[in-house]
């Protein structure tokens, strides 16, 4: 397996451009189920697109890469599948009309976010049978609020022998109103709808670009969609939908990334294609630590903070401080002067990358959902285990500020939603090696 060894204190500079978001990627990709072709442009070179090409093309779905070939930026013998072939990040997709409705337990362990294939399956196939995706690190993660608007929506769902079996005569439109609102909830009830008979209204939906930019696709196929990115979601049923050519947002995650390494070490960092108007939550929360960006169109340039102080958050659903970016800002409030404290309100385990940091050096308390951080410490270089997707990049941001080396195991993680992000860093002068873990 593969592993990170870097070696801190090296400021960052230059520009970096900011990949297409996975989040926006994943449901536009599984919309291919309801039917037609397409073409996307900015998809980006992940483990977690590269699974769920996998489980389309099982599904039925043609996807071919487009455009001139050239090097993927991560080119390397180390790479996870799709990261080491040449990558264009344009592509064709085509619903071949198949009659496969099966997401397998091998696929959808990998990626929870395969239950996104469900609404469009029945949509247009009537029929869906889908490994249930078990919970993860972070938390439970059910899927009950999903599964309760199918059955609402007319569809039969049982489940058996660790699968959801659904299916229907037909999808019906429907008054949901959503307990919370859920992100993929949101995005599966959206596709559902889309061909379903007659007008769906979803109620206190997620908010979150991602699921503005897969409405925005949809619309662009002829769907019928008012109000996505508010509370109150509207889609009249069509029967069919066109072909169209859309590029995938930027992803806010990987900017918000990019702009704490800034924060913690850059010397003048220039972040490339980022729209600050999706990022203000993150703005605001840096603002407050003592961060000054720049902001000049989809550029923002930021310096490293030169006296951080701690402040507090709570992660929320959008607009609030994602909670995508809770184990980025730890490595900041830690050295930071004065105390910081974070409220974790989505999952309810999300802290796993706590115990690392202080491995490092970091003084955290956790009480419950509350993250306590004494801040003025000195962080030092530590061999730590990476536990999932974005504690990944929590400590990779936390080694690259440590003095000493870190060497961060299980990196795989962090290859499911950031592209080549060494290779990234890197270029902004960042000394870190993607190397071969030793196996026990
Ligand atoms: C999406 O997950 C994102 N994944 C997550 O990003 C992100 O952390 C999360 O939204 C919150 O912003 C994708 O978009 C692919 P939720 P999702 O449904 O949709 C509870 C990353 O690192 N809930 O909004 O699974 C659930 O338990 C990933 O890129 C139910 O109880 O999140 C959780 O506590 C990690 N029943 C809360 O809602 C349901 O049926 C938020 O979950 C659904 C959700």
């Known amino acids: 397996m593969d592993a990170f060894r870097i070696v801190g204190g090296h400021p960052l500079r230059g520009t970096v451009k900011v990949s297409g978001s996975k989040n926006a990627a994943l449901p536009i990709l599984f919309s291919s189920l309801l039917g037609g072709n397409f073409t996307l442009r900015n998809v980006p070179c992940l483990r977690d697109v590269q699974t769920t090409l996998s489980l389309l093309k099982q599904l039925g779905v043609a996807t071919e890469s487009l455009g001139e070939k ?244 709570r992660t929320l659903p959008y607009p609030g401080f994602p909670t995508d970016m809770q184990a980025q800002i730890l490595p900041l409030m830690a050295i930071s002067k004065g105390a910081s404290s974070v409220i974790e309100t989505v999952f309810e385990n999300r802290f796993t990358h706590v115990m690392e940091m202080n491995r490092m050096g970091a003084d955290i308390e956790i009480h419950g959902s509350q993250a306590i951080v004494r801040g003025g410490s000195r962080l030092e270089g530590a061999t730590v285990m990476a536990s999932d997707l974005r504690a990944s990049a929590g400590l990779v941001l936390a080694g690259l500020v440590a003095e000493g080396e870190t060497e961060i195991k299980r990196v795989y993680h962090i290859d499911r939603g950031y592209e080549a992000i060494e290779k990234k860093l890197e270029s902004l002068g960042a000394r870190i090696k993607r190397i071969q873990e030793d196996l026990p």
């Open 70 to 313: 050239k090097p993927s930026p991560s080119k390397g013998k180390h790479l996870p599948a799709g990261q080491g072939q040449e990558w264009t990040g344009l592509f064709s997709i085509s619903d071949q009309g198949g009659a496969e409705y099966e997401a397998p337990y091998d696929l959808v362990r990998t990626m929870r976010a395969s239950v996104l294939c469900l609404g469009p399956l029945l949509a247009r196939k009537r029929r869906a049978r889908v490994s249930l995706p078990g919970g993860c690190l972070i938390g439970a993660r059910p899927i009950d609020i999903h599964l309760k608007s199918f059955e609402k929506m007319g569809a039969r769902i049982t489940i058996h022998h660790g699968y959801i079996d659904a299916e229907t005569k037909g999808l019906k439109g429907s008054e949901i109103i959503l307990p919370y609102p859920t992100v993929t909830g949101t995005e599966n009830i959206l596709m559902a709808a889309v061909l379903a008979r007659g007008t769906t209204t979803i109620q206190n939906a997620a908010k979150e670009p991602e699921v503005i930019d897969l409405a925005n696709f949809l619309l662009a196929r002829g769907a019928k969609i008012k109000g996505a990115g508010t509370s109150s979601i509207t889609i009249e049923g069509v029967t069919d939908l066109h072909d169209t050519e859309y590029a995938i947002m930027f992803d806010r995650i990987e900017a918000g990334t990019f702009l704490v390494g800034a924060a913690l070490l850059g010397d003048r960092v220039r972040i490339e294609g980022v729209d600050p108007s999706r990022i203000t939550s993150i703005l605001r929360v840096l603002l407050n630590m003592g961060a000054e960006p720049i902001m000049e169109g989809d550029t923002i340039t930021l310096g490293a903070i030169a006296n951080p102080v701690g402040t507090s958050l």
